[in-house]
């Protein structure tokens, strides 16, 4: 039993109404584990009949003391983290957590509570009676609103492209193929899809992974047909007619060219 455990009736256990306890911890037929104290008891009940006869038995009670709890008072997590295990500073493990953005193993998800001090419970059962409980804040940390830019299409003949779209990204470091220092370089990535990564250790400690893909594509292939003569008092001719519609919205230019009419 659990030394907080209160006051245990020992009639309750005996199958013979009227004997005598003796040994440890007992109050007028209970037994109280604060009396007895921490440790292995061993309690007599012994009833002596009225023809002379008497017989006892033993009986055994072990009073544990109560769990402690050693946990961190406050514990810090950043705002962008939805898989913190709690557990990690705590002792002893296996109790049962609750509280706003905790599930009952402890798996802290900061992104569903927001920014801020939250309490949660820890509850520790150690099997044989005795519960604990103690709380502990969770300040949940912001960090910085980030973008490294949208998605991009870029022709392999292409100059360099600038990471660095703005100075928030400056004490950061880009990664993935084609990229070097803060650009990207289309003919040294290649063809395909590329996920340039973007990554930072804000002031607060805070991790900070961002992604975003450059597709980089050969130059099309151009065939503008065959060259045309025609005279001078000719109608107008639409040089988009001959080439296929899958390089349409070229640019043209030349003497006598406006858009895409000759």
């Known amino acids: 039993v659990c030394i907080s455990s209160g006051l245990i009736d020992l009639s309750e256990s005996v199958s013979i109404q009227g004997g005598n306890w003796t040994g440890p911890g007992l ?3 209970n037994f109280d584990p ?7 008891h061993q309690l007599t009940y012994t009833v002596n009949q009225s023809n002379g006869c008497s017989f006892s038995d033993n009986r055994t009670i072990i009073v544990t003391a109560e ?5 961190d008072a406050i514990v810090e997590i950043c705002a962008n983290e939805s ?11 296996g109790g049962i957590w609750s509280g706003p953005g905790v599930n009952r193993d402890g798996i802290f998800n900061a992104i569903s509570v927001g920014t801020g001090d939250f309490t949660v419970s820890y509850t520790y059962d150690d099997g044989l009676g005795c519960t604990a409980n ?3 804040v969770i300040r949940v940390i912001d960090v910085p ?4 830019g949208p998605d991009i299409d870029i022709c392999s003949t292409a100059g360099e492209i600038n990471l660095l779209i703005n100075n928030d990204l400056a004490s950061g470091s880009f990664s993935g193929t084609g990229v070097s220092g803060t650009s990207f370089f289309p ?21 900070i992974e961002l992604s975003k893909t450059i597709s980089v594509g050969d130059p099309p292939v151009l065939d503008l047909g065959d060259n045309l003569i025609t005279c001078e008092d000719a109608s107008e001719i639409d040089l988009d007619a001959g080439i296929s ?15 895409s009419i000759f």
Do not use: Y
């Open 27 to 29: 109050s007028f037929g």
């Open 34 to 40: 604060v009396i007895a104290g921490v440790g292995t």
């Open 67 to 71: 769990p402690a709890i050693s946990m």
């Open 83 to 93: 898989t913190s295990d709690l557990n990690n500073n705590v002792e002893p493990k």
């Open 134 to 136: 103690s709380t502990q």
């Open 145 to 148: 609103n980030l973008s490294i």
């Open 187 to 207: 003919n040294l990535a290649g063809p395909g899809d590329h996920v340039i990564t973007f990554n930072l250790t804000s002031v607060q400690g805070c991790q």
């Open 245 to 259: 519609s899958t390089i349409r919205g070229c640019t043209w230019t030349g003497l006598g060219v406006t858009g």
